[in-house]
């Protein structure tokens, strides 16, 4: 080899180096330079973790400030069967400090495809501190927030529940829970590359969810549970709602529901036991409906409570033949006699005038609300069942009047009887007081009658309890004045109407003079009688009493003072 071509060969060595060299700087200058930023954020990116820090749910409260639905902190138990070395300790060590099925989570834990695994959701904090100090490897734990419900079953059937992912599922926890549930934060960490974290680069914190605080009493509440589930299981019915409403403001102090159950516990509880029977359920309400067409007809000025009547002790409309509830000879009847007697073929004969006016026994059974939902502030609220008055055949004017062949629920006739109580103005019933610092809009009202028609009103319902042969006599109150209505239904079945099966229900106002409280009873199927004033009415009064004493309002009617010996 001559010495000109190994130079050339050396020549074109070198050249391919110097070649390689620009290159490497060139893609160098690029990558440190051009590319610096993008290539930065994807490192980062690489050993950041970006965690959502769940918020808090609001507190329900009632309207002393009696926490009714917290959060409380709890601990998630999980597990990554890839790194769990022995399934079968894990899963005994978790039957016996959590409690849960070992046999059921075992082949979870020796499933090595899988990443995660629930050990536990939301379990206790103390359960789950024990099971950590056994440094079993693969097992994991987080914190989050558990929905409990402090009183137990008190107000369940109106507060709802919360699930496992604290959403609202039901009740006002469902209705509100856009108010509830707040915002989650973030927090950004970044790790080494053995995945342990070395920084927090960036934290948005949590917005807690708004407390709500709502018109129930806790109090008053626990007690009319309390003497609904005694009056259910006295009389072996099927089951029964109480309502105590303040009328001048529509104030839903309590809303009882019979049977009860823990709202703790909602899982094991059939949705039928869940329901809130007072606003989503309908009853045919029987005489205490008879007040709508009282109050037409005085309305009306076609009678007053001093006018008479010579009714037969039965009347004939269309082709049906409706007879009183009690056998009786043709007698002369007052206004006033025929709604504290509760004289069906008074209520038809008033009904029957009624019709040939403008408005009509239809109009004033809308006028009272009933057929459309009050708006309370509850989710499921039922309308009711109206017949139009297009489609009343001949014989409905026999029925409506005494509350057969409507449907209404306990809260549109608490609320009627309310606007009786409030000088015959209607305020929507509403349960929530203000959710955060904003106070709910309850407008003023609505006008039925009038206040001397409502005054009248007044005075026929009081002579209901405290009149000779008055149907609510076991309605009444040592110390007050009591205004209020029995009701006895018979339930349809079939195209007729069932001869054992009915409601019996109350709706009460006290104190009668200055009106503080409408109490409604309901009590579906009672069993070994079935008269509003025998198995709704004492408990009518039981629940007043205990309202009138604790809201320390003034008795109206004090007793007579003992003879001197």
Same mark, same amino acid.
């Given at each position: 080899m001559t010495a000109r071509r190994s130079n050339r060969r050396i020549r074109l060595l070198l050249g391919l180096f110097v070649l390689v060299f620009a290159g490497v700087l060139a893609r160098a200058v690029w990558l440190q330079g051009v590319q610096a930023g993008t290539l930065e954020r &994807? $490192? !980062?990116?690489?050993? /950041?973790e970006t965690a959502t820090i769940p918020a808090g749910r609001g507190t329900i409260y009632d309207r002393r400030g009696e926490p009714l639905a917290i959060g409380e902190q709890a601990t998630t138990v999980f597990a990554d069967p890839r790194q769990v070395k022995d399934p079968r300790a894990v899963a005994i060590a978790a039957a016996k400090i959590l409690g849960v099925d070992a046999n059921e989570l075992y082949p979870k834990l020796a499933e $090595?495809?899988?990443?995660?695994?629930?050990?536990?959701?939301?379990?206790?904090?103390?359960? $789950?501190? $024990? !099971? /950590?100090a056994q440094n079993l490897a693969g097992v994991g734990f987080y914190s989050e927030e558990r929905r409990t419900y402090p009183q137990r079953g008190v107000a369940a059937h109106v507060l709802g529940f919360a699930g496992v992912d604290n959403d609202g599922l039901d009740g006002l926890e469902k209705a509100l829970d856009r108010k509830l549930v707040g915002k989650p934060g973030s927090q950004t960490i970044v790790r080494d590359p053995v995945g342990r974290a070395i920084d927090v680069v960036e934290v948005k914190p949590e917005r807690q969810g708004n407390d709500v605080f709502l018109t129930l009493d806790h109090r008053l509440q626990a007690n009319a549970e309390e003497v609904l589930r005694t009056t259910v299981n006295r009389w072996n019915a099927l089951s029964g709602h109480a309502i105590v409403l303040e009328p001048q403001t529509g104030r839903v102090l309590a809303m009882a529901v019979a049977p009860a159950f823990d709202a703790n516990r909602f899982g094991s509880v059939p949705p039928e036991h869940r329901k809130n029977r007072a606003v989503t359920d309908v009853y045919e309400? +029987?005489?205490?409906?008879?007040?709508v067409t009282v109050a037409g007809a005085l309305?009306?000025?076609?009678? @007053?409570?001093? @006018?008479?009547?010579? !009714?037969?002790?039965?009347?004939?409309?269309a082709d049906r033949e409706i007879n009183e509830h009690e056998s009786r000879p @043709?007698?002369? &009847?007052s206004v006033a006699e025929i709604l504290s007697q509760s004289s069906n073929v008074g209520t038809i004969t008033l009904a029957q005038k009624l019709t040939k006016t403008k408005v009509g026994v239809a109009g004033w059974i809308r006028r009272f609300g009933f057929g459309k939902p009050t708006g309370v502030d509850f989710p499921? *609220?039922? #309308? +009711?069942?109206? =017949?139009? #008055? *297009? *489609?009343?055949?001949g014989s409905t004017i026999g029925n409506v009047p005494l509350g057969?062949?409507? +449907? =209404?629920? +306990? !809260?549109? &006739?608490a609320a009627a009887y309310g606007a009786v109580a409030n000088h015959g103005v209607l305020r929507r019933p509403h349960l929530v007081e203000r959710i955060g610092g904003a106070r709910t809009r309850i407008g003023s009202g609505r006008r039925v009658v009038s206040r001397r028609v409502a005054s009248q009103l007044m005075t026929m319902l009081r002579d209901v309890v405290s009149a000779e042969g008055g149907t609510g006599s076991l309605a009444a109150i040592p110390g007050y004045t009591v205004a209020g209505k029995t009701g006895t239904a018979a339930k349809p079945e079939r195209g007729r109407y069932s001869t054992s099966r009915y409601v019996a229900s109350f709706v009460g106002i006290v104190p009668a003079k200055e009106p503080r409280l409408v109490v409604l009873v309901s009590v579906d199927e009672p069993k070994g009688a079935i008269w509003g004033g025998v198995v709704a009415a004492p408990a009518f009064a039981q629940i007043a009493s205990f309202g009138l004493q604790y809201l320390e309002i003034a008795p109206d009617a004090p007793l007579d003072p003992a003879p001197n010996p």
């Amino acid at each position: 080899m001559t010495a000109r071509r190994s130079n050339r060969r050396i020549r074109l060595l070198l050249g391919l180096f110097v070649l390689v060299f620009a290159g490497v700087l060139a893609r160098a200058v690029w990558l440190q330079g051009v590319q610096a930023g993008t290539l930065e954020r &994807m $490192a !980062l990116r690489q050993h /950041r973790e970006t965690a959502t820090i769940p918020a808090g749910r609001g507190t329900i409260y009632d309207r002393r400030g009696e926490p009714l639905a917290i959060g409380e902190q709890a601990t998630t138990v999980f597990a990554d069967p890839r790194q769990v070395k022995d399934p079968r300790a894990v899963a005994i060590a978790a039957a016996k400090i959590l409690g849960v099925d070992a046999n059921e989570l075992y082949p979870k834990l020796a499933e $090595a495809s899988r990443r995660f695994v629930y050990v536990q959701r939301k379990a206790d904090p103390e359960q $789950a501190a $024990a !099971l /950590r100090a056994q440094n079993l490897a693969g097992v994991g734990f987080y914190s989050e927030e558990r929905r409990t419900y402090p009183q137990r079953g008190v107000a369940a059937h109106v507060l709802g529940f919360a699930g496992v992912d604290n959403d609202g599922l039901d009740g006002l926890e469902k209705a509100l829970d856009r108010k509830l549930v707040g915002k989650p934060g973030s927090q950004t960490i970044v790790r080494d590359p053995v995945g342990r974290a070395i920084d927090v680069v960036e934290v948005k914190p949590e917005r807690q969810g708004n407390d709500v605080f709502l018109t129930l009493d806790h109090r008053l509440q626990a007690n009319a549970e309390e003497v609904l589930r005694t009056t259910v299981n006295r009389w072996n019915a099927l089951s029964g709602h109480a309502i105590v409403l303040e009328p001048q403001t529509g104030r839903v102090l309590a809303m009882a529901v019979a049977p009860a159950f823990d709202a703790n516990r909602f899982g094991s509880v059939p949705p039928e036991h869940r329901k809130n029977r007072a606003v989503t359920d309908v009853y045919e309400p +029987g005489s205490t409906f008879k007040i709508v067409t009282v109050a037409g007809a005085l309305s009306e000025q076609l009678v @007053t409570p001093r @006018t008479r009547f010579k !009714l037969a002790p039965s009347i004939t409309v269309a082709d049906r033949e409706i007879n009183e509830h009690e056998s009786r000879p @043709t007698q002369r &009847m007052s206004v006033a006699e025929i709604l504290s007697q509760s004289s069906n073929v008074g209520t038809i004969t008033l009904a029957q005038k009624l019709t040939k006016t403008k408005v009509g026994v239809a109009g004033w059974i809308r006028r009272f609300g009933f057929g459309k939902p009050t708006g309370v502030d509850f989710p499921g *609220e039922s #309308p +009711g069942i109206v =017949v139009p #008055p *297009e *489609e009343w055949s001949g014989s409905t004017i026999g029925n409506v009047p005494l509350g057969q062949g409507i +449907g =209404v629920t +306990g !809260l549109q &006739m608490a609320a009627a009887y309310g606007a009786v109580a409030n000088h015959g103005v209607l305020r929507r019933p509403h349960l929530v007081e203000r959710i955060g610092g904003a106070r709910t809009r309850i407008g003023s009202g609505r006008r039925v009658v009038s206040r001397r028609v409502a005054s009248q009103l007044m005075t026929m319902l009081r002579d209901v309890v405290s009149a000779e042969g008055g149907t609510g006599s076991l309605a009444a109150i040592p110390g007050y004045t009591v205004a209020g209505k029995t009701g006895t239904a018979a339930k349809p079945e079939r195209g007729r109407y069932s001869t054992s099966r009915y409601v019996a229900s109350f709706v009460g106002i006290v104190p009668a003079k200055e009106p503080r409280l409408v109490v409604l009873v309901s009590v579906d199927e009672p069993k070994g009688a079935i008269w509003g004033g025998v198995v709704a009415a004492p408990a009518f009064a039981q629940i007043a009493s205990f309202g009138l004493q604790y809201l320390e309002i003034a008795p109206d009617a004090p007793l007579d003072p003992a003879p001197n010996p």
